[in-house]
C-alpha cells in the first residue's frame, strides 16, 4: 500500500517525542514493502529550533543513521495536495498540523474517496487546549488514533470523531535495546525536557531532592531548561547537557544503573493509562526504571515487575540508594521490562495494529 503522512517533523526530535515513534513506523512499514511519504512543513518549530541552536549538522547525521527515511519538505502555502496524495491508500494526520492543513486534507477526502484519512493525537492539547480545533475539523476523516483510552474516550465524548481507536506508542527496538558498557558513568540518568512548568514541582520531588540526598552521580538531557532550573540541577549536583538525539539515548541509558519516569500533570490527572515514549524506550534499553505516581489503567506493563513506582519524594530516595546497592533488583527489573516490550509494545505491534484498523 501507499501512505502518506503529514507529521510536524521526521528529521527533527528537538522537544518533539512523536518523532521517535513515526520513525519506527515508517521504517516498520518500508521494511514491510509499503510506499511510505512523510510530509513535513519548511517552516517547523521544531526543526527551525533544532538548526538554530545546532546547525544543519544534526540533520546530516539523522540521514546516516537512518538512511531508509526521508521527508518531503514542503512550503505550507503551496503544498499541492493533488500531487501529495495521489494514488495514496492511506493517510495519516498527525494533530500538530495546523488547523488549515488538516482542514484542507479533510476538504481534499470529501472529494476523493479512494484513500482511508486518519487523525493521529499523541498529546494533552486536547485537555490542556481544547480548542486546537476548530469546530467540524475532523468531519471528513475516516478515523481518529489515540495514543491512549482516555483520550479516546474524550474524543467520543465531545463528537470529535465516531470511530476513535487507542493506538498507543512503543518502541523501535532497532534502535532502542540494551547495549554493553562495563564503565557507568554514574547512577543516574534522566532524559526529559523541562517543558512548560507542567511538573516543575515534581522534578524537584522525585528528581532533584533524592538525588542530591544520597549524593548520586547523575546526568540530565533535554531542552527548554529556564535558567532558574540549571541552577536547581547544579545545587543537587547534576551534570546537565543539553540535548541529544534520540537515536543516542540507548548508549546513554547503557552508561548508568537507573533511569526515572516523571510524568507532565496533564498525564497523571486529565488523561491517565498514557506513558509517553520514553517509558517504551527506556525498558527497551533494559535499564531499571523508577516512575513518579501514574495510573497504568491501561495495564501495559506490571508495576513492581517492569519498574518500580515511587509514591512520594522519600520512596523515590528509598528505591533510587535500593538499586544502586542491589545489582539482582537492577537485572530483575530490566529482564521483565525487556520482555514485555518485545512481547507488546514495539512498533512492530503497532504496525500489525494500525493495518488492521485500515481492514
Known sequence: MKFAFFYHSLVSDWNHGNAHFLRGVVSELIERGHDVSVYEPSDGWSRENLRKCHGDAPIREFHTRYPHLSSNVYNPSALNLDVALDDADVVLVHEWNSADLIRRIGAHHRNHRRYRLFFHDTHHR?????????????????????????????????????SVWVWHEAADTRVFRPLPCPNKAGELVWIGNWGDNERTAELAEFLLSPVRALRLRSQVFGVRYPNEALRAMAGAGIEYHGWLQNFRAPEVFARFLMTVHIPRAPYRTALPGIPTIRVFEALACGIPLICAPWDDCENLFTPGKDYLIANNGSEMKEMMQELTNNQTLRSELAEHGLKTIASRHTCRHRVDQLLEIVQ
Open 126 to 162: 486536547s485537555v490542556s487546549d481544547p480548542n486546537f480545533l476548530p469546530a467540524g475539523s475532523l468531519r471528513d476523516y475516516d478515523g481518529v488514533l489515540a495514543f491512549g483510552e482516555a483520550l479516546r474516550r474524550l474524543y467520543r465524548e465531545k463528537h470529535w470523531g465516531d
